[in-house]
């Protein structure tokens, strides 16, 4: 993702995207033990951003940088949380 397209993202989604990840995040955490932070945790705001529902990869947009994370259980458990079907 450029820098442009993830600047135009964050103006557009704002706080409320941000609070969403919070709470999907949180309540998907909420149905098991979460792990202990190993320290090397985000300091920084963090966005999910997940293109198709149907498959297993999620951006993690974190201060400037992207993560992408290949997880179908992440994806899972945050469109519940969010109540995506």
Known sequence: ???TSRRNFMA???AGAAATTAV????GSAQAK??????KG????????IDDHKGATVRLLVGENEVIVH??????RILNAAGGK
């Open 34 to 39: 979460p792990a202990a932070l190993s320290g």
């Open 24 to 27: 999907a995040l949180s309540a």
């Open 12 to 14: 557009a989604a704002g």
């Open 1 to 3: 993702m450029s820098e």
């Open 71 to 76: 997880d179908r259980d992440l994806v899972t």
């Open 42 to 49: 985000a300091k920084e705001s963090v966005v999910a951003l």
